[in-house]
């Protein structure tokens, strides 16, 4: 089987990858939607702007994002991120702080400055202290004062994270909030059809589902999305290879680690071998 075999969706576009979550996400009233049923806010008009962040000189990084719009709530920013990447919150600040700094121009005379609403859809999870509840998808900061958590309400940032490895619920029909149905949705789309039986109460999702319909693309955007979705499963696939594969040799030194330690402890070969799973020729040799 090739790569363009394993990607013949049966209904539906993955929401996950890059191509087809900008192309679904292209359409204002799904945008719409999607920010309506994350943020805290009621939000009636969005106009979409150019997704690569103007730079200030040739040395600035440049930056092209998935989904920048502006409201007159604010601008938001909405990223899909389909793995783990140690700096991504580093990046997601600097988005904000960009996205702030271009709305003032040389001669404003006054900072007249709108709040940025960053959301990241995440395709992994996080890391957080204390653990949160288990069936808690959805995470959201502000700014607060440290000792009353007072709510800086001039505070210009807020960050959303929908993290979609936390759904334990696989059963659309029995899911009760809407954030918890995007995960479902971005995690199963492309095989919604076939995983129920009945079409049921789909909570609103119509318009979502009809927009990411495989039968509605041209032939010309049905081959952009299977090299997309066939480039990023070999990227997923390498950088589990190499996740398990460092996963591995941390263990393997671990365990040489404790073996030596052991060893100098004057704790006996076969009693080593035991305890670390190593063999008597690599304790002797160490």
């Not at 009233?29 to 969005?46: A, G, S, V």
């Not at 119509?206 to 032939?219: G, K």
Request: charged share 30%.
């Amino acid at each position: 089987m090739n790569n363009f075999e394993k990607f013949q969706i049966r209904k539906y576009l993955d929401l996950r990858v890059d191509w087809a979550f900008k192309y679904v996400f292209s359409k204002k009233e799904i945008l719409l939607k999607l920010l309506n049923d994350i943020l805290p806010l009621k939000i009636t008009d969005l106009s979409y702007l150019p997704n690569e962040i103007p730079v200030m000189s040739e040395k600035d990084k440049r930056s092209t994002l998935d989904v920048i719009c502006d409201g007159p709530e604010g601008t938001f920013l909405v990223e899909m991120q389909r793995r783990h990447e140690g700096d991504m919150d580093d990046r997601l600040a600097y988005y904000a702080a960009t996205l702030i700094q271009r709305q003032i121009k040389r001669k404003d005379a006054v900072y007249n400055v709108k709040k940025v609403f960053v959301l990241c859809v995440a395709s992994y999870m996080r890391n957080h202290s204390p653990e949160p509840p288990e069936d808690k998808v959805l995470f959201s900061y502000d700014q607060r004062e440290n000792e009353t958590y007072e709510l800086y309400d001039r505070s210009k940032t807020s960050f959303f994270f929908l993290e979609l490895s936390r759904l334990q619920n696989r059963d659309w029909d029995h899911l009760q909030k809407n954030p918890e149905r995007w995960c479902y949705l971005f995690k199963n789309m492309s095989k919604f059809a076939d995983e129920r039986d009945l079409p049921g109460d789909l909570h609103g999702f119509e318009e979502v589902l009809e927009a990411a319909r495989i039968d509605a693309l041209s032939q010309e955007d049905m081959t952009i999305y299977e090299l997309n979705a066939a480039k990023e499963h070999e990227l997923l696939s390498s950088n589990m290879y190499q996740y398990n594969r460092g996963l591995k040799e941390g263990m393997e030194k671990e365990r040489l680690s404790t073996a030596k330690n052991l060893k100098a402890l004057g704790v006996e070969q076969d009693i080593i071998c035991q305890a670390t799973g190593l063999s008597e020729e690599q304790v002797a040799g160490l």
